[in-house]
Each structure stands twice: as structure tokens, then as C-alpha cells.
């Protein structure tokens, strides 16, 4: 079953909103897991806006199930703190400095040089590497030329797509065309190719209650989805616990 990790930035954000340390993030990952979740992820970024620094070493004390760093190797201090907390699996994002949220993938041709060195950093240290692709046939073959063990594939499109209304025209076409918004096919093809290769199957970005049980249907293999906004804005409206284990029902 694909697994389910928590991304708890949006707890950070709110606690740094305010100062102090309500609410509790090492607290909010040791309850994602109490409440059923598969694994955390944190990302943090240079001006940790959100969760810090040290919020990621405290995390890592704590974890019982698994644990996904995300951020941009190119920041020399990002590759120190992963390096040194050592987490099950990194996932590698190029985020610009500054930049609100993620919202591509890598170029895996144009930047295969520099990921194969970073990707064999963090693989010598024994951590599983995941790298952000947009759905597209050359950027997951780019991928697997990378050594990376994984890709997790950004699924904004996705989620725009499912909203406007267009799942219904899903089918089995694997096509390489590479233009947005992209649809499940797009999605399906990547999938099918990186299990082709043999690569590991990650997707995270705007994944909800709503859109994510298709998803999850449609996408073979699927190891993992990532989901923090979505679900902690649902824990609003619905408690903690209870988001955590609808979504993993979306999963079953």
C-alpha cells in the first residue's frame, strides 16, 4: 500500500507567526506517526521561515516510522544537515532562494552532471535520494541516469487538472508531450516509465482529500505521497487524527 508521510512545515509556520513554540512541531511529528502516519517530512529552507534547523535534528530524535528531508542541495548548509541527521531518505528540490513553494522539477538533462555528484553524496552516506520531476518521458529517463533511487513526481498539474473537472478522460496513451496543464495520462506514462527504469515512485504537491484516492488509483506502484497543506488545513476543520486517517484511507 502506497505509504503516507506527513509534511509538517505549515505547524512551523504558524508557530513562527506568533513566536514561542505553540504549536509544537516536534510534538506535531510525534503525533502524525501516533495517529497512524507512515513516515514525516520536513523542508527546510535558507531563511527557515518555517521549520528550522534545529526543528529538523529535534525531529529526527524522535522518529519511529521514517523520515523525508526535502530542500535544495545547492545550499551547502542544507547538504550539512542532512549529512549529519542522516534521515531514511532525502528528497532533492530546486527551489529558487526565496521562492514560496516548490513548483517544478528538475531539468535531470540539463543538470545531470551536477545531481549525479550531489545524489552520490548522500547515497555514500546511506540515504535514499528522491528527486522532483515534472511528468515528463525525458525527465524521469534524465532521472534514472542520476543514480537517484527515486523520483517524486510534482503533481500540481495533476490537482489542477482533476479540479477542472477532466478525470473522466483518463486512458492508457503514454505520451511524451511535454506542455501544462498536464492531465493523468502524462502522470500514468511517467509512472509506468520510471517502473520501466527502475525507480522508485514518490508525488507530492496540492494532493488532497479530494483528488488523491484517483491519483492513487491510476498511478502504478505509487511507494509514497508527501502531503502537508491540504491535510493540516483539514485538521482545522476536522481534528489531527482524524485528517491523518482519511487520508490514509484515500491510500487503501
Not at 502506497?2 to 506535531?28: E, H, M
Not at 502524462?186 to 527502475?198: F, G, Q, R, T, V
Amino acid at each position: 500500500m502506497t505509504k503516507l508521510s506527513v509534511n509538517i512545515n505549515k505547524f512551523a509556520t504558524l508557530r513562527n507567526s506568533r513566536g514561542g513554540n505553540n504549536p509544537d512541531v516536534v510534538k506535531a511529528a510525534i503525533d502524525a506517526q501516533r495517529f497512524g502516519a507512515d513516515g514525516v517530512t520536513v523542508h527546510p529552507r535558507p531563511d527557515e521561515r518555517h521549520i528550522t534547523y534545529n526543528d529538523t535534528k529535534a525531529i529526527k530524535q524522535i522518529i519511529t516510522t521514517e523520515y523525508n528531508i526535502e530542500g535544495n542541495p545547492t545550499e551547502q548548509k542544507f547538504v550539512d544537515l542532512v549529512l549529519e541527521t542522516k534521515p531514511h531518505q532525502v528528497t532533492l528540490v530546486p527551489d529558487a532562494l526565496g521562492q514560496l513553494t516548490s513548483d517544478h522539477g528538475w531539468d535531470t538533462i540539463k543538470h545531470k552532471d551536477y545531481l549525479i555528484n550531489i545524489i552520490s553524496i548522500f547515497k555514500n552516506a546511506g540515504i535514499r535520494v528522491s528527486i522532483f520531476v515534472d511528468p515528463i518521458i525525458e525527465m524521469v529517463e534524465g532521472a534514472a541516469q542520476t543514480g537517484t533511487d527515486r523520483i517524486e513526481l510534482y503533481t500540481e498539474g495533476y490537482a489542477k487538472w482533476y479540479a477542472a473537472g477532466r478525470q473522466s478522460t483518463v486512458n492508457s496513451t503514454q505520451s511524451t508531450i511535454d506542455h501544462r496543464p498536464w492531465t493523468m495520462d502524462h502522470y500514468k506514462a511517467a509512472a509506468i516509465k520510471a517502473k520501466e527504469l527502475s525507480l522508485g515512485i514518490n508525488a507530492g504537491h496540492d494532493l488532497d482529500l479530494q483528488n488523491l484516492k484517483f491519483f492513487a488509483q491510476h498511478i502504478p506502484d505509487l511507494d509514497e505521497v508527501s502531503i502537508g497543506h491540504a491535510l493540516v488545513c483539514d485538521a482545522i476543520y476536522l481534528g489531527y487524527e482524524n485528517a491523518v486517517q482519511l487520508y490514509k484511507r484515500q491510500l487503501m
